[in-house]
Each structure stands twice: as structure tokens, then as C-alpha cells.
């Protein structure tokens, strides 16, 4: 790969944990803010992911990768469903390996973020801006 690609990868995955940390802000806030007016954890919860995936999708389509193209929110869905799926199966690992939840799921963090990044890169958006 040639330098100039590299550092654009490297700003493009700058920008995705900037975001990411955006999201994760939008998807509590709204999920706290379901509880606060007296939904039920599981309906906040949900609704939250929900209205997270969709914001998500804006705000990585923009400012990550320069796309908004509302079509591909099907991949998106689905690129969700794989880190989800990459999570669950890493938790079952660390909890057959009696590691504490709480820290594996800080453990995850870092592998899910860089799946999340070069799973929308390729499958989503279509390549580096």
C-alpha cells in the first residue's frame, strides 16, 4: 500500500472512533432518557438500539466515509449483526475461561472496533474516501 493511502486509512479510522464515541454518547443518552420518562428497561433498550443503528449510519456515512447513501442502511443493519455476533462469541470464550465479564467486554472493545471499521469500509461505504 502506498503511504499517502495508508495515512488517509489512518485518518478515515481516526475519524470512525471519533464518531463511535459520538454514537456511543446519542445511543446512552437516548436509552437513559427512555428510563428517565418511565419506560421499561427492555423498550428503552431497544428503541435505543434502534434509533442508535440510524443515527449511527448518518454520522459514519458522513463524516467517516463521505456516504449517506440511505440503501446501504441493510448492510449496515447486518454489519452490526457480525460485530454483535464476534462480541457474543469472544464473551463465551472469556466466560469458559472464568475471566471476569466486565473485563472481557473492555477486552472486546478494541478487536469489535476494528472489525466495525473494516466491515463498513468493505461491505457498506465501498472503500476508502
Known sequence: MHRHTLEREGKQFGRFILVGLLNTAF?????????YVGM?????????TVLGILFNFFTTGRIVFRNTDYRRIGRFFLVYGVVYLFNVMGLAIFDHLR???YLAGLLLIPPAAVLGYLLNRRFVFGGVE
Do not use: Q, T
Open 40 to 48: 421499561h428497561f427492555a423498550w428503552a433498550s431497544l428503541l435505543a
Open 99 to 101: 475471566i471476569d465479564l
Open 27 to 35: 445511543g446512552y443518552g437516548a436509552y437513559a432518557l427512555f428510563l
